[in-house]
């Protein structure tokens, strides 16, 4: 099968690998750059499991080839777990201490769609948080522990940054 | 967390830097938060691995009349094909039937297809490849030639004399029946002044595992060895079925579960790709990895529930339950399972009927039948959704009867406090349960009086509401009783092997299992408490079965109860070893000392004497420094397996706030409680965290999950888009509260909490959707309660 050169800025490093066009963006990042901390949980894009973020918006890993995110800034959640993303880190924290995971699969897409939530909206109420995670299936937790996390995190973010 | 009858006994670990229940953190959950966990699939794979896939049967009953396979073999990256029967020249095929379910029968399965195809999904022909998607190529150049038979799809029908045969050899369509009598119900249901009945059926789920099943194995001939790493709970199950099935030593067998996500009972099966992929790898002498995509676990995964169950509970005049009658009949697929069998939901939701109630006249017929559908087997919370489902049911049904309110009815015929230890009249043996205790905190937490007003003046506003109970029992901390007496090569111990590290960090190498409960942290919490250390100071050990002893690993809401008290026994053993040291060095009295945050203290008066790191300093390099004769002993190895009784019982009771749109038929959660006692609880942020994710897979069978098939056996909804699991949106909160009575057969008093959200969650809500649709007249006795069936029960859509 012909392969495609394609260049792609994952967690701030430009890499550029032959790929076959039918390889989607998740394969990519597990399989050619060794990232696996984002899943692949069921390749028709409803578990939410291989969630990144492309050009700051929550994206799913298995729905994209790795051909259309060529010249993307792609963010994982090894990149999201380097100093200076004090979102995810808060939430992380967050997440360990309300034990909002229970096998983890499903929390590396959790913590990125999460990001992005605060990101958009420091405060949100549970009724959002439940709404905005709705995209991830957690079989784990039964999402109430997630919630609370993610709120716990917003309370953080908002003491330690002061009033906005 | 106490009870507030049943004192909580004394344990040794009630000492002032014991971690047993305090909310530890979970020391594995920070490397999953940063996506550095290590499921299967993210493994290195040794270099030249091959990636499997397997053609699966479209029919779900067919003869297979001629296999092509010439030109996938010379497909591009393609190093081997393999059919069913080649497979068999390696591997062992295998029968799931166990000697203690009397008259359980099942059919010879392979690990591919030979000449038969009894479910759609079933795996036919493998391939091995360079990478997986030249795998699949590979597998559309595959021709097989089916002749299709007729498929047995109706669980009743399977029975009927004219049903065509699945495995002709058996003769019938029966896997197994059984029939439990106490009592005499027929004339209790004769006396009765008040007969309530039903006709329940259960859908049959799919248990979704976000991780799909996953193995890589890795066979070197040049020594014979074997190394699997798996997504499994029971790696040293795995580990004795490889040796067996390929013939090989046991101890040339590595199984190794790093991460696990997610496995509810699904990950401790035989599945014929799995192995088959094993197989391959010992064929080729290469490493082959399989990594089941979503589309092909629907069919392959085991599946659970499927029940129809006929039963009627007899009332007195005064309320009092007196019997119950059921007829159980569950449809379990293609084969009984391996090596668990398809026997135990069955026999479990037979003999759980009516577990909490007073009543002592019983019959129970179950039976078991074969369909050309997924096979069907042990899944979270076995056989108790289902008796939980009907059991209380009938009980709503019987307090409207009687006039009397669900709580107040239930209250009069709950098991009281007086009656432990009792045996029910199925035979099981309840050491002591709190359902009183648990219905008055729930009440409490609940506020019910005020959800009543809430329920009827919402009714005037045209909102309607409802309140659903649901009493359960739970079966936890199984013996040997429970796969050992039939045969099984299932353990029922674990082992545990604690170690004093020289840098004065404790090791503990333990065979129960991690799949996200927080395994690895309650028994950090036990380690650290036995022996007197920080719980920093300890690093747990789970799931590899060269690096841990032998056990039965984590299923059935054993890890705590069973593993949890191996660790506290060994725990205790390298103490005494270690005080034994210490009083050498310090000539005094072992007696007179203790261990404290990691320091030897004197017992006396607190007072430090020497740090556990300058005790392992001397004992591991600077042994010339100790008496003649003296060797430092800082290891301590313990077995244990529980024999008091069969198994352990929780109890508890859930309650379910909803509302129903009557015009569209869809169901909102609006708040759901759970008071449980797990007897004592170690850690309880994990606990409660137990209970929730529980608590929503019940949900998801009272409103959503269900495999559906067409009547020629073809799955329906084989995805993550068509079978619907709970989201985050349409879930309630839970609230979790807790009632303890340790179990005395233990030390550490723990019983297990796996099953209990599970076991009641269901059965609350549709009694809460029931208790709803009660002014209409309507009833529904089907799970899942999906909104077309509520407006059929409504009368709102015809048929």
Redesign the interface.
């Known amino acids: 099968m012909t392969t495609m050169a394609t260049t792609i800025s994952v967690n701030g490093t430009s890499v550029t690998r032959q790929v ?1 066009p ?1 390889t989607n963006l998740v394969d990519f990042l ?1 399989g050619e750059l060794g ?13 939410g ?1 291989c969630t990144v973020l492309m050009d700051g918006a929550t994206v799913r890993g298995c729905l994209i080839l790795a051909v259309q995110a060529s010249g993307r800034d792609v963010l ?3 990149g999201l ?1 380097e100093p200076g993303h004090r979102i995810t880190k808060a ?2 924290e967050a ?5 909002a ?8 897409g959790i ?1 990125v769609t999460a990001t992005e939530l605060l990101t958009q909206d420091p405060a949100p109420s ?2 959002l ?3 905005a ?2 995209g ?12 609370d996390a993610v709120q716990q995190a917003a309370d953080v973010l908002a003491a330690t940054q002061g009033p906005a | 967390m106490m009870s507030d009858r049943a004192p909580v006994p004394p344990l040794a670990l009630d000492r002032p830097n014991s971690y047993i229940g305090r909310s530890v953190p979970r020391p594995n959950a920070r490397r999953l938060v940063q996506g550095r966990g290590h499921y299967t699939d993210d493994v290195a794979a040794p270099a030249g691995v091959l990636h499997a896939a397997f053609l699966r049967s479209p029919y779900a009953h067919a003869r297979i009349t001629h296999i092509d396979v010439a030109a996938a073999k010379a497909a591009p990256g393609v190093a081997l094909v393999v059919t069913g029967a080649e497979i068999d020249q390696v591997c062992e095929p295998w029968v799931g039937v166990l000697s203690h379910f009397k008259g359980l029968r099942s059919a010879t399965q392979h690990a591919l297809a030979v000449d038969h195809v009894v479910w759609q999904g079933e795996p036919v022909v493998g391939v091995a490849a360079l990478t997986r998607a030249m795998a699949e190529d590979a597998l559309s150049l595959i021709e097989i030639a089916y002749a299709e038979l007729p498929p047995v799809t109706d669980p009743d029908a399977a029975l009927l004399p004219e049903s065509p045969l699945i495995h002709p050899e058996l003769g019938s369509n029966l896997a197994f029946a059984l029939t439990v009598e106490s009592g005499d119900a027929e004339a209790a249901f004769r006396d009765a002044h008040t007969v309530v009945s039903g006709d329940f059926r259960f859908g049959r789920h799919s248990p979704v595992t976000l991780e799909a099943r996953s193995v890589l194995a890795d066979f070197n001939p040049s020594e014979r060895r074997l190394t699997v790493h798996q997504s499994t709970q029971t790696p040293y199950q795995m580990q004795d079925i490889y040796a067996r099935h390929l013939g090989l030593p046991q101890a040339n067998v590595h199984v190794i579960a790093k991460d696990v996500g997610g496995s509810f009972g699904m990950k401790l099966h035989v599945y014929g790709d799995e192995v088959a992929t094993v197989a391959m790898s010992v064929i080729l002498g290469r490493a082959v990895k399989f990594i089941a995509d979503r589309l092909e676990s629907f069919p392959s995964d085991i599946h659970a529930r499927d029940h129809r169950v006929r039963a009627r509970m007899a009332v007195a005049a005064d309320g009092e339950i007196t019997a119950m009658i059921v007829d159980d009949l569950t449809g379990v697929g293609a084969f009984s399972a391996y090596p668990r069998t398809s026997a135990v939901e069955g026999n479990q939701a037979i003999r759980l009927m009516g577990g909490p109630y007073k009543l002592r006249h019983y019959s129970g017929n179950l039976r078991v039948v074969f369909q050309n559908k997924a096979v069907m087997s042990q899944y979270r919370a076995v056989g108790h959704p289902i008796a939980c489902g009907v059991t209380e049911a009938l009980v709503d049904q019987a307090a409207a009867a009687i006039g009397l309110d669900p709580l107040e009815f239930r209250r009069r015929n709950l098991l009281t406090d007086d009656v432990y230890p009792y045996t029910s009249p199925t035979g099981y043996l309840f050491e002591r349960l709190s359902h009183h205790q648990c219905v008055d905190k729930l009440e409490r937490l609940m506020d019910y009086p005020a959800l009543r007003a809430d329920q009827a003046e919402a009714r005037t506003k045209g909102v309607v509401r409802g309140i659903g109970f649901a009493v359960f029992i739970e079966i936890t901390n199984p013996g040997p009783a429970f796969y050992g007496v039939g045969g099984a090569r299932i353990t029922a111990q674990d082992g545990c092997v604690l170690t004093l590290e020289p840098s004065g960090n404790i090791r503990c190498a333990v065979s129960v299992t991690e799949q996200g409960q927080g395994t690895e942290a309650i028994m950090a919490q036990i380690a650290a408490s036995a022996v007197g250390v920080r719980i920093e100071d300890v690093r747990v050990i789970t799931g590899d079965t060269a690096a841990t002893p032998y056990g039965g690993a984590t299923w059935a809401s054993r890890g705590a109860g069973i593993g949890g008290e191996t660790v506290l026994i060994t725990g205790k053993a390298l103490r005494a070893n270690l005080l034994r040291l210490a009083g050498i060095l310090l000539q005094m009295p072992p007696d007179n000392l203790d261990i404290s945050d990691g320091l030897i203290v004197d017992n006396a008066t607190g007072r430090e004497r020497i740090t556990l790191q300058e005790l392992a300093r001397i004992a591991y390099y600077r042994p010339d420094t100790l008496p003649q004769g003296v060797q430092a002993e800082l290891t301590a190895a313990h077995h244990h397996v529980p024999r008091g009784q069969p198994f352990a019982f929780t109890n508890g009771i859930q309650a379910s706030h909803v509302e129903v749109d009557v015009e569209s038929g869809f169901v909102r959660l609006l708040n759901h409680w759970v008071v449980e006692d797990c007897g004592r609880v170690i850690n309880p942020l994990l606990v409660d965290e137990q209970i929730r994710g529980g608590v929503v897979q019940g949900i998801g069978a009272a409103l959503f999950e269900e495999c559906l098939y067409s009547e020629q056996g073809q799955l329906l909804n084989g995805t993550l888009a068509d079978y619907l699991v709970p989201m985050a949106s349409e879930m309630p909160d839970i609230h979790v509260d807790h009632v303890s009575t340790p179990t005395l057969h233990s030390e550490l008093g723990a019983k297990g909490v796996g099953e209990a959200g599970t076991a009641g969650a269901a059965a609350a809500v549709l009694n809460a959707i029931n208790d709803a649709l009660q002014p209409f007249g309507a009833r529904l006795s089907q799970m899942p309660a999906t909104p077309e069936r509520i407006l059929r029960a409504l009368g709102k859509l015809a048929g």
Not at chain 1, 35 to 47: F, N, S
Not at chain 1, 95 to 99: E, G, K, P, T
Not at chain 1, 101 to 108: A, E, V
């Open positions: 076959e039918r597990r990232l696996t901390g984002t899943h692949v949980g069921c390749e028709h894009g409803v578990c499991a994982t959640i090894e777990s939430l992380q997440f360990v201490l309300r034990n995971l229970q096998c983890g699969f499903c929390t590396p913590l549970r009724e948080i439940r709404e995670i709705s991830h299936y957690c079989r784990c937790t039964g999402y109430h522990a997630i919630v």
